[in-house]
C-alpha cells in the first residue's frame, strides 16, 4: 500500500508542477480563441472596497494611486472599512473622504475581519461592478482602465489584475515568491483564456460584478476563491487581464510567510468542502479545478507517505537510494541556508528549495486546522515594507 501511495504521490506531483502547466501552454498555442479586451469609448461606474486594519503606512498611498488614475474620478467610488485600527488608518481614511466626495468612510469598532467587512460593504456599493483590494497594492494608472474591459462579454463575472511585484531582496524569501507567483499568473492566465475556468483570483485586486456576490461564510478564511467559484457555479467566466497590472510589495519574511500559507490552506480546504460537486460536472471546469488546485492541496499528505516509502525503501535500489540522497539535501539546506546568512552570504537559489518544501509543509499543517475546526476569519495583516 505504501508503494501505490508512493508512486500515486510521484505522479501527482509530477503532473501537477509539471505536466498541467505545459499541458497549458501547448492548448493555448493551438486554440484560435485567444480573447483579448481593448479599452473601449464609454467607461462603466467602478465602487472600489479596501478593507484596512492597521494600514498607515500604506494606504495612503494606495489611495493616490487610485486617485491618480486615468479613470474619470466622477466613475469611481470608494468604501473604506477601517477594521478597529489602533494606528492612524481611520484619520488618513478621513482626510480623504473629506477631499473626495465619493469616498466613504466605515469604521467599525470591535474587530471584524476582512470576509466580514466586504459582507458589510458590497451591498452599500452603488455601482454593478465591484473592485475588490487591499491596501498594499497599489494602482497604476492604467489599470482601472484595462480591469474593468473584460465586462463588456456579459458572460464574464471576475476579471483578476495582474501583480507585479517591487521591493525584491535576496536576503529572505520574496525572490521565490514572487517567481512562484508569475508562474500562477500564466496557469491562471491560459485557464481563462481557454476555458473561462481561471481558478481564483489573487485577493491583492480583482473586479466582479455585483449581482454575483453572495455573502462569504464568515468563518472562511479566503474570500477570492470563494467569489471567484461563486461566479463559475452561476455559469460566468473568470479570466485574467494581463494589462491590469497592480503592485505589490512581496513578502520577504519566511517565518510570516508560513503562516500567511497555513491561513490560506486552511481556507482552501473550507472551499473545496463548499465546491467539491464542481469537480463532478466532468467539464473544463472540473479539469482545472481538480489539476490546478485540488492536487496541489492533498499532495503534502502524498509527500508523507512518499517520505516514508523512501526511507524503508533506500537501500533496494539505486532509484531510491538517489531520492533518498535528495530527502537528505532538504534539512542541509535549511541548515546551509542559515549558516550562511549568518555570514551575511544569501544562497538565493537555495531558498527555491526552501521556499517548495515550506509551503507544502504550511498546506499540511492547513489541513489538520481545517480538521481542528475554524471558528474565526480575523487574522493579521502580513507585516508591510519587509
Same mark, same amino acid.
Given at each position: 500500500?505504501?508503494?501505490?501511495? !508512493?508512486?500515486?504521490?510521484?505522479?501527482?506531483?509530477?503532473?501537477?508542477?509539471?505536466?498541467?502547466?505545459?499541458?497549458?501552454?501547448?492548448?493555448?498555442?493551438?486554440?484560435?480563441?485567444?480573447?483579448?479586451?481593448?479599452? #473601449?469609448?464609454?467607461?462603466?461606474?467602478?465602487?472600489?472596497?479596501?478593507?484596512?486594519?492597521? /494600514? $498607515?503606512?500604506?494606504?495612503? /498611498?494606495?489611495?493616490?494611486?487610485?486617485?491618480?488614475?486615468?479613470?474619470? *474620478?466622477?466613475?469611481?467610488?470608494?468604501?473604506?472599512?477601517?477594521?478597529?485600527?489602533?494606528?492612524?488608518?481611520?484619520?488618513?481614511?478621513?482626510?480623504? %473622504?473629506?477631499?473626495?466626495?465619493?469616498?466613504?468612510?466605515?469604521? !467599525?469598532?470591535?474587530? %471584524?475581519?476582512?470576509?466580514?467587512?466586504? =459582507?458589510?460593504?458590497?451591498?452599500?456599493?452603488?455601482?454593478?461592478?465591484?473592485?475588490?483590494?487591499?491596501? =498594499?497594492?497599489?494602482?497604476?494608472?492604467?489599470?482601472?482602465?484595462?480591469?474593468?474591459?473584460?465586462?463588456?462579454?456579459?458572460?464574464?463575472?471576475?476579471? @483578476?489584475?495582474?501583480?507585479?511585484?517591487?521591493?525584491?531582496?535576496?536576503?529572505?524569501?520574496?525572490?521565490?515568491?514572487?517567481?512562484?507567483?508569475?508562474? $500562477?499568473?500564466?496557469?491562471?492566465?491560459?485557464?481563462?483564456?481557454?476555458?473561462?475556468?481561471?481558478?481564483?483570483?489573487?485577493?491583492?485586486?480583482?473586479?466582479?460584478?455585483?449581482?454575483?456576490? /453572495?455573502?462569504?461564510?464568515?468563518?472562511?478564511?479566503?474570500?477570492?476563491?470563494?467569489?471567484?467559484?461563486?461566479?463559475?457555479?452561476?455559469?460566468?467566466?473568470?479570466?485574467? %487581464?494581463?494589462?491590469?497590472?497592480?503592485? $505589490? @510589495?512581496?513578502? =520577504?519574511?519566511?517565518?510570516? $510567510?508560513?503562516?500567511?500559507?497555513?491561513?490560506?490552506?486552511?481556507?482552501? !480546504?473550507?472551499?473545496?468542502?463548499?465546491?467539491?460537486?464542481?469537480?463532478?460536472?466532468?467539464?473544463?471546469?472540473?479539469?482545472? !479545478?481538480?489539476?490546478?488546485?485540488?492536487?496541489?492541496?492533498?499532495?503534502? +499528505?502524498?509527500?508523507?507517505?512518499?517520505?516514508? #516509502?523512501?526511507?524503508?525503501?533506500?537501500?533496494?535500489?539505486?532509484?531510491?537510494?538517489?531520492?533518498?540522497?535528495?530527502?537528505?539535501?532538504?534539512?542541509?539546506?535549511?541548515? +546551509?541556508? &542559515?549558516?550562511?546568512?549568518?555570514?551575511?552570504?544569501?544562497?538565493?537559489?537555495?531558498? &527555491?528549495?526552501?521556499?517548495?518544501?515550506?509551503? =507544502?509543509?504550511?498546506?499540511?499543517?492547513?489541513?489538520?486546522?481545517?480538521?481542528?475546526?475554524?471558528?474565526?476569519?480575523?487574522?493579521?495583516?502580513?507585516?508591510?515594507? *519587509?
Amino acid at each position: 500500500m505504501l508503494q501505490v501511495l !508512493f508512486f500515486v504521490g510521484l505522479i501527482f506531483l509530477l503532473y501537477s508542477y509539471i505536466l498541467y502547466p505545459f499541458l497549458l501552454k501547448y492548448l493555448l498555442q493551438k486554440s484560435p480563441n485567444k480573447e483579448a479586451y481593448p479599452l #473601449q469609448q464609454q467607461f462603466p461606474p467602478l465602487s472600489i472596497i479596501i478593507a484596512a486594519h492597521n /494600514e $498607515e503606512k500604506v494606504l495612503r /498611498e494606495k489611495l493616490d494611486s487610485i486617485l491618480q488614475s486615468a479613470y474619470p *474620478q466622477e466613475l469611481i467610488e470608494i468604501l473604506i472599512g477601517i477594521d478597529a485600527s489602533s494606528d492612524l488608518s481611520a484619520l488618513i481614511a478621513e482626510e480623504y %473622504q473629506s477631499k473626495f466626495a465619493a469616498c466613504l468612510v466605515f469604521e !467599525f469598532k470591535e474587530r %471584524q475581519g476582512k470576509i466580514k467587512i466586504v =459582507n458589510a460593504l458590497v451591498p452599500k456599493a452603488q455601482h454593478a461592478l465591484i473592485v475588490l483590494t487591499d491596501a =498594499n497594492v497599489l494602482f497604476t494608472e492604467q489599470t482601472l482602465m484595462h480591469l474593468q474591459a473584460p465586462f463588456v462579454d456579459p458572460k464574464i463575472g471576475l476579471v @483578476d489584475s495582474t501583480m507585479k511585484h517591487y521591493g525584491l531582496k535576496n536576503t529572505g524569501i520574496s525572490m521565490p515568491e514572487s517567481t512562484y507567483i508569475a508562474g $500562477e499568473v500564466l496557469l491562471k492566465e491560459a485557464e481563462g483564456k481557454l476555458w473561462g475556468a481561471m481558478m481564483g483570483p489573487f485577493g491583492g485586486c480583482f473586479a466582479f460584478r455585483k449581482r454575483c456576490f /453572495e455573502p462569504i461564510p464568515e468563518h472562511f478564511l479566503v474570500d477570492d476563491f470563494y467569489i471567484n467559484m461563486i461566479c463559475i457555479e452561476k455559469g460566468l467566466r473568470c479570466v485574467t %487581464q494581463t494589462e491590469a497590472i497592480v503592485l $505589490e @510589495d512581496v513578502s =520577504n519574511d519566511l517565518s510570516i $510567510e508560513f503562516k500567511r500559507k497555513i491561513r490560506i490552506s486552511s481556507g482552501n !480546504f473550507q472551499n473545496l468542502r463548499r465546491f467539491w460537486p464542481l469537480l463532478f460536472k466532468f467539464n473544463w471546469v472540473s479539469f482545472a !479545478f481538480f489539476s490546478h488546485k485540488v492536487l496541489r492541496w492533498i499532495l503534502p +499528505v502524498f509527500l508523507v507517505f512518499m517520505t516514508l #516509502q523512501i526511507i524503508q525503501k533506500q537501500e533496494s535500489s539505486w532509484f531510491y537510494q538517489v531520492l533518498y540522497f535528495i530527502l537528505l539535501l532538504i534539512p542541509i539546506s535549511f541548515v +546551509v541556508d &542559515y549558516l550562511a546568512r549568518r555570514q551575511g552570504t544569501h544562497l538565493v537559489w537555495l531558498r &527555491y528549495i526552501i521556499h517548495f518544501v515550506s509551503m =507544502n509543509i504550511a498546506l499540511l499543517i492547513g489541513l489538520f486546522r481545517f480538521f481542528g475546526g475554524i471558528r474565526s476569519s480575523v487574522w493579521q495583516p502580513t507585516k508591510r515594507h *519587509q
